[in-house]
């Protein structure tokens, strides 16, 4: 659990400030990579999804030392107008944004991708899970005068196929392309946009998904370190990317997976 692990403080982020989207509970991977990011010395705007979440978010903000929380809903331009001038009224600007968000019904992630994809679904998945980085990116951006870098999660389930993964598999895919694009679009101004692919972890939105438990045990079981990944894995690529020692890396989908991803055929038993 996220909580088991102490993140490595330093000075990597110091002076740093930026703006993590997805936190919604202690095990969400935008809480494990904001414990990182305020271990190094980033100061942090925390958005969270509606006025529900705040009672569990701001105990976590807090525990960090901090207090600047937004509340943001990216189907809502109102909503994100609000938040982005918010953080520009308070710091004018900023050197990092994590993008952790992601939706698709229930209904939708179960069984055939074929079957039980509905246009009011896929328009959700993709308007919440791909639009919503696009939006960020850009509205980011704008507040970046001196550069920075951004990161988004995706997950394998872009590349190969995943049981019950689905629709949310098409809009990872569609995340993947859209990061390599706004990398493109924003390197000229020293923003490096990357994408981290993590392997199946323990949070709400996994257990959104059928099957989501026995994704974790085929994820470690298969995986070349035969073990879950870890949230000390994701959140310290986060901070190799969003620091200085992720300089000169842009449009990059890192997998942090125990090597999962790699795999084609799993062991075999002995003949
Ligand atoms: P999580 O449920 O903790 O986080 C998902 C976040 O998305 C929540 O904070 C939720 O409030 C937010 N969100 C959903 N709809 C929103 C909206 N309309 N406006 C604003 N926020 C909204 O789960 P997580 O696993 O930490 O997911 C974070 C990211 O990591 C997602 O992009 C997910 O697809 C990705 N990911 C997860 C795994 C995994 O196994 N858990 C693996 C790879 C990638």
Same mark, same amino acid.
């Given at each position: 659990?996220?909580?088991?692990?102490?993140?490595?403080?330093?000075?990597?982020?110091?002076?740093?400030?930026?703006?993590?989207?997805?936190?919604?509970?202690?095990?969400?991977?935008?809480?494990?990579?904001?414990?990182?990011?305020?271990?190094?010395?980033?100061?942090?705007?925390?958005?969270?999804?509606?006025?529900?979440?705040?009672?569990?978010?701001?105990?976590?903000?807090?525990?960090?030392?901090?207090?600047?929380?937004?509340?943001?809903?990216?189907?809502?331009?109102?909503?994100?107008?609000?938040?982005?001038?918010?953080?520009?009224?308070?710091?004018?600007?900023?050197?990092?944004?994590?993008?952790?968000?992601?939706?698709?019904?229930?209904?939708?992630?179960?069984?055939?991708?074929?079957?039980?994809?509905?246009?009011?679904?896929?328009?959700?998945?993709?308007?919440?899970?791909?639009? !919503?980085?696009?939006?960020?990116?850009?509205?980011?951006?704008?507040?970046?005068?001196?550069?920075?870098?951004?990161?988004?999660?995706?997950?394998?389930?872009?590349?190969?196929?995943?049981? !019950?993964?689905?629709?949310?598999?098409?809009?990872?895919?569609?995340?993947?392309?859209?990061?390599?694009?706004?990398?493109?679009?924003?390197?000229?101004?020293?923003?490096?946009?990357?994408?981290?692919?993590?392997?199946?972890?323990?949070?709400?939105?996994?257990?959104?998904?059928?099957?989501?438990? !026995?994704?974790?045990?085929? +994820?470690?079981?298969?995986?070349?370190?035969?073990?879950?990944?870890?949230?000390? +894995?994701?959140?310290?690529?986060?901070?190799?990317?969003?620091?200085?020692?992720?300089? !000169?890396?842009?449009?990059?989908?890192?997998?942090?997976?125990?090597?999962?991803?790699?795999? +084609?055929?799993?062991?075999?038993?002995?003949?």
């Amino acid at each position: 659990m996220a909580d088991d692990w102490t993140p490595p403080s330093g000075d990597l982020m110091k002076g740093k400030r930026g703006i993590v989207m997805g936190v919604a509970n202690q095990n969400s991977i935008a809480w494990g990579i904001a414990r990182q990011l305020a271990a190094q010395g980033a100061e942090i705007a925390f958005t969270y999804q509606g006025e529900n979440l705040e009672r569990r978010v701001r105990p976590l903000v807090e525990s960090i030392g901090m207090d600047f929380m937004i509340p943001a809903d990216v189907t809502d331009d109102a909503s994100m107008d609000a938040a982005f001038d918010a953080v520009k009224d308070k710091w004018g600007k900023i050197d990092f944004l994590v993008h952790s968000i992601a939706f698709a019904g229930k209904d939708e992630l179960q069984g055939s991708m074929v079957a039980n994809t509905t246009r009011e679904g896929f328009r959700r998945a993709m308007d919440i899970s791909v639009y !919503s980085f696009i939006d960020c990116a850009r509205r980011a951006s704008e507040i970046m005068p001196d550069g920075g870098a951004m990161i988004c999660m995706t997950y394998l389930g872009a590349e190969r196929t995943v049981p !019950s993964y689905n629709v949310m598999g098409v809009a990872k895919a569609a995340l993947e392309a859209a990061t390599r694009y706004a990398a493109r679009d924003l390197g000229p101004q020293g923003i490096r946009v990357n994408a981290i692919s993590a392997g199946a972890m323990r949070t709400l939105s996994l257990a959104g998904i059928r099957g989501g438990k !026995s994704l974790m045990g085929t +994820g470690r079981d298969w995986s070349l370190l035969k073990e879950d990944t870890r949230m000390e +894995g994701v959140a310290g690529a986060a901070l190799y990317l969003l620091s200085e020692l992720g300089h !000169s890396v842009a449009g990059e989908v890192h997998h942090v997976d125990a090597g999962f991803h790699v795999v +084609g055929v799993p062991d075999l038993p002995e003949d």
